[in-house]
């Protein structure tokens, strides 16, 4: 099993900047794609962003395209989301998955395992 605990959301206005982390724990040898998701009040959880671990180009959501950044540390087994110019859009719960696949899938189903999640709202 592995275990991922997200950290770093909060409330911030319009314009900010705000960084997630996510730890993961556990079987991390077996995780070769680590990604974030985010679900709005009465939306569906969508893909944002996706790293592996081998190197491979990042893959990113066209709503965040030129603003949140994801970035990894291997020897940490941690992974991060940038996110600049927030606007209230961005608003919502904000999840890490990992995918024991190296390809980067930006679907829900291509990941084994999820964090708790850490909300993020950011105010006009």
């Known amino acids: 099993q592995v275990q991922l605990v997200e950290t770093g959301g909060g409330l911030v206005q319009a314009g900010d900047s705000l960084r997630l982390s996510c730890a993961a724990s556990g079987r991390t040898f077996s995780i070769n794609t680590m990604g974030w998701f985010r679900q709005a009040p009465g939306k569906e959880r969508e893909f944002i962003a996706g790293?592996?671990?081998?190197?491979?180009?990042?893959n990113y959501a066209d709503a965040v395209k030129g603003r949140f950044v994801i970035s990894r540390d291997n020897a940490k087994n941690t992974v991060y989301l940038q996110m600049n110019s927030l606007t209230p859009e961005d608003t919502a719960i904000y999840y890490c998955?990992?995918?024991?696949?190296?390809?980067?899938?930006?679907?829900?189903?291509?990941?084994?395992?999820w964090g708790q999640g850490t909300q993020v709202t950011v105010s006009s």
């Open positions: 998955a990992a995918a024991l696949r190296s390809s980067v899938p930006g679907y829900l189903s291509g990941y084994s395992y």
């Open positions: 790293i592996s671990w081998s190197g491979a180009p990042a």
